[in-house]
T-cell receptor
Framework: DTAVSQTPKYLVTQMGNDKSIKCEQN?????MYWYKQDSKKFLKIMFS???????INETVPNRFSPKSPDKAHLNLHINSLELGDSAVYFC?????????????FGSGTRLTVV | GQQLNQSPQSMFIQEGEDVSMNCTSS?????WLWYKQEPGEGPVLLIA?????ELTSNGRLTAQFGITRKDSFLNISASIPSDVGIYFC??????????FGRGTQLTVWP
């Protein structure tokens, strides 16, 4: 049973398109996150939701919009995709904000914009 | 964002050797985490440190949370081929933010 699962695993799309990535966790955690990993493997936080409420919104273009329908799901919608959006996007979850016990990452979505 | 300096950037070692990597920061963290990432996968948590000075082991892995709260190291003893991967340190900040180092790529020769 995968703890944090993301779909799709791979996403290839053209510039200007709109796409979504979905994430689900079955760990019973209250907090979920989106991270971006660039081509040099650097990981940077983008957003966090705690119990469906947005609590972290880093300096990210507003073409990126997260949505949390319930505390087990966190989706990421990206409008007007650009070449520079190509990266691996990771979803993660933890028991609560500031609680790092069991901070778990999904296996990533590799987004390629052509 | 806060910068973490992780070194070395890469290591090439022979099976059976011990490995040491470390992370320093200009900022204080309340938590240090060490992750391992393999190709096509997400980072997997290896060790979490919650208190300054804490020394924690997980099998052949040992990590310490520096007294100044601005550094941490990870040691791997008696390396084996399956230790290959990228190791990341991460400092825990407010609201669950993790700030990551740039990773140490470990290669183990049989």
């Amino acid at each position: 049973d995968t703890a944090v699962s993301q779909t799709p695993k791979y996403l290839v799309t053209q510039m200007g398109n709109d796409k979504s990535i979905k994430c689900e966790q079955n760990l019973g955690h209250d907090t979920m996150y989106w991270y971006k990993q660039d081509s040099k493997k650097f990981l940077k936080i983008m957003f966090s939701y705690n119990n469906k409420e947005l609590i972290i919104n880093e300096t990210v273009p507003n073409r990126f919009s997260p949505k949390s329908p319930d505390k087990a799901h966190l989706n990421l919608h990206i409008n007007s995709l650009e070449l520079g959006d190509s990266a691996v996007y990771f979803c993660a979850s933890s028991q609560g904000p500031g609680n790092y016990y069991g901070y778990t990452f999904g296996s990533g979505t590799r987004l390629t914009v052509v | 964002g806060q910068q973490l300096n992780q070194s070395p950037q890469s290591m090439f070692i022979q099976e059976g050797e011990d490995v040491s990597m470390n992370c320093t920061s200009s900022s204080i963290f309340n938590t240090w985490l060490w992750y391992k990432q393999e190709p096509g996968e997400g980072p997997v948590l290896l060790i979490a440190l919650y208190k300054a000075g804490e020394l924690t082991s997980n099998g052949r892995l040992t990590a310490q949370f520096g007294i100044t709260r601005k550094d941490s190291f990870l040691n791997i003893s008696a390396s084996i081929p399956s230790d290959v991967g990228i190791y990341f340190c991460a400092g825990g900040s407010t609201l669950g933010r993790l700030y990551f180092g740039r990773g140490t790529q470990l290669t183990v020769w049989p």
